[in-house]
């Protein structure tokens, strides 16, 4: 899964920041599939997908984080 990826990465590259990982997983990731006319951003004319990741006691993402499906 992506959130799973996202942990890979959060674990074994600190020094890569939040906002950057999120953008590789939506923006991006839709851009490298090339949907992004479609896909990858809360634009008119798109279908994103809303979801809301949990996060630990200090705001970020843990190996113990879980996804939800918002739509």
């Known amino acids: 899964s992506v959130l799973e990826e996202i942990k890979v990465v959060l674990e074994n590259f600190p020094m ?5 990982v999120l953008q590789w997983a939506t923006s991006n990731g839709a851009r490298a599939l090339e949907m ?7 634009e008119a004319g798109k279908k994103p997908g809303g979801i809301v990741i949990s996060l630990d006691e200090k705001n970020e993402i843990s190996s113990k984080s879980t996804v939800n499906r918002l739509f």
Not at 16 to 20: A, D, F, L, N
Not at 36 to 42: H, V, Y
């Open 16 to 20: 890569i920041t939040m906002p950057e």
């Open 36 to 42: 992004d006319t479609q896909l990858g951003s809360f």
